[in-house]
């Protein structure tokens, strides 16, 4: 059987407050702007009610839907009409053509799920369930980030049960090379967002003492930061990476 929208406009009088219900079956949603009643009923969708052909193509839909049309229109396309700030999923970008090693690796690791699952593996939480326990993520988006990270090769699965069939997630070599950059984004989060101190240490397993990780020169061991250094294209360059100052 279809379904009929009827919508009201909501009233101005002082004496009522305007709301916005929504009955689909024997459930009700309540908004603010209009009042839409999902109806079963065959002779609701021979006959729209003056009501919906005077007001909901103008109010609801600017004026670009005809009664005939809205007749045939499900919940889900009215309430989100109702969303004032009307808002529209938007895919990311991949960077995937992008010659960069910066934008390859947030191709990998971009999404902020992925960098949270990372602190964790290295924190040694390993099983679904407790990166799902402790990160309040859905299982659905948590099921594909963990994929997108074994199938870039960051991590890898590896089972230990068969019945059921379940598996743990392990570090890679390539996720392992993350550390450092983990490690910067904690160092920075402790320096700039944690007024209370950090919430974490790392503490040396050879001298005992909490360790802040320092970039220093790989041929003469200097401490090195930005204005310590310039860049020049390397032998993978296919074009301007560097921008106007090249001092």
Not at 48 to 73: D, E, Y
Not at 107 to 123: A, K, N, T
Request: net charge positive.
């Amino acid at each position: 059987m279809g379904r009929a929208a009827t919508v009201t406009t909501p009233t101005t009088s002082a004496k009522t407050r305007s709301v916005t219900t929504v009955v689909v079956g024997k459930r009700v949603f309540e908004g603010r702007k209009a009042t839409f009643t999902i109806e079963r009923s065959s002779d609701a969708m021979k006959a729209p009610t003056a009501v919906t052909k005077k007001t909901a193509p103008r109010r609801m839909f600017g004026g670009t839907t005809s009664p005939s049309s809205l007749m045939k229109l499900t919940i889900e396309d009215c309430v989100p009409s109702c969303n004032p700030l009307n808002l529209v999923p938007v895919e990311r970008k991949s960077f995937a053509d992008m010659h960069c090693s910066v934008a390859q690796c947030l191709e990998v690791m971009g999404e902020w799920w992925s960098m949270l699952i990372l602190r964790d593996v290295f924190l040694g939480v390993t099983h679904f369930d407790d990166f799902q326990e402790r990160l309040g993520i859905s299982r659905n988006i948590l099921n594909q980030r963990l994929n997108h990270l074994v199938e870039t090769g960051v991590l890898k699965k590896v089972p230990y049960s068969e019945h059921p069939p379940r598996y743990e997630y392990r570090l890679t070599d390539k996720g392992r090379d993350l550390w450092p950059v983990l490690t910067a984004l904690r160092q920075w989060g402790d320096k700039h967002a944690a007024p209370d101190g950090p919430p974490l240490q790392v503490i040396h397993k050879g001298c005992g003492h909490v360790a802040y990780a320092a970039m220093v020169c790989s041929a003469c061991g200097e401490p090195i930061e930005a204005r310590d250094v310039r860049a020049e294209p390397g032998p993978g360059a296919v074009e301007d990476l560097i921008g106007a100052s090249k001092s």
